[in-house]
Nanobody
């Protein structure tokens, strides 16, 4: 059974930081591109950051310089370090795993991030 379990969300003031974690089980973690997506209230899900099998990273423009995605293959975990958070970063954040070879894709259940004073 495949599971992606996110943690680390919460309420933070503007300018604050959070670190999201996503622990994977039931998949060959090393063979999956890992990513973080988010869905703001009333909006569609959007890409936040990706990390490839070889640690190449990509970010949406609005988070560049503030967010950092990383992966620990030994722990089967992907992280999203979020600094200088803004109210517009408020959303449910989802972990994603995508296997290029099989075409299979998996999602976590999501974790809420709220940036508010």
């Amino acid at each position: 059974q495949v599971q992606l379990v996110e943690s680390g969300g919460g309420l933070v003031q503007p300018g604050g930081s959070l670190r999201l974690s996503c622990v994977a089980s039931g998949i060959n973690f090393n063979a999956n591109r890992m990513g973080w997506y988010r869905q703001p209230p009333g909006n569609q899900r959007e890409l936040v950051a990706l990390v490839s099998l070889t640690d190449i990273t990509n970010y949406r423009d609005s988070v560049k310089g503030r967010f950092t995605i990383s992966r620990d293959n030994a722990k089967k975990t992907v992280y999203l370090q979020m600094n200088n958070l803004k109210p517009e970063d408020s959303a449910v954040y989802y972990c994603n795993a995508f296997n290029h070879f099989s075409g299979r894709e998996y999602w976590g259940q999501g974790t809420q991030v709220t940036v508010s004073s």
